[in-house]
């Protein structure tokens, strides 16, 4: 199937795709900003640039598209033009996700994931619940956790 757009306004409308500070990043930040946890931001010290790095807790957070890292939920779906591309960069996504998981475990730290369809789109659960979960495992010692919408 055709774009049906020029490539050159394709090239305008993907670069204007943020890769940080994001509006579900955004949420976290300011919701655990205000629950009192004090954090840096994408950290190049550490594997894969953790969105929000917790030092006092040796724990990061990452904030992910379902889109960007093909994940199982009602907002991923493969595009129809050039799947091939597609394809090729969706399963280059998860391995590197796959790498900083591994990196971040055998560095000793905890790693968290908040999908975007747990922020956004029919399967979206209550913000209050989403930083409820992460303000529990930020006080826990659970080395991985992950969060997304309700099935």
């Known amino acids: 199937m055709a774009d049906i757009v020029t490539p050159e306004i394709r090239s ?35 594997p894969g640039n953790p969105d929000i790095v917790f030092p006092r807790y040796r724990a990061v957070l990452f904030a992910h598209g379902c889109f960007w890292h093909g994940h199982d939920c009602h907002l991923f779906k493969w595009p129809s033009s050039r799947p091939d591309f597609w394809r090729t960069k969706i399963h280059r996504n998860r391995e590197v996700d796959a790498r900083v998981t591994a990196s971040l475990q055998q560095a000793g730290w905890r790693q968290g994931i908040v999908w975007e369809c747990a922020l956004k789109g029919r399967t979206r659960l209550p913000i ?24």
């Open 12 to 46: 305008q409308m993907m670069a204007g795709i943020r890769g940080k500070n994001t509006k579900p990043e955004l949420v976290l930040r300011r919701g655990l900003h205000a629950a009192g946890f004090r954090f840096r931001l994408h950290d190049r010290s550490l």
């Open 128 to 151: 209050e619940a989403v930083l409820a979960e992460c303000v529990s495992w930020l006080q826990s010692d659970v080395p991985l956790f992950e969060i997304m919408g309700s099935a």
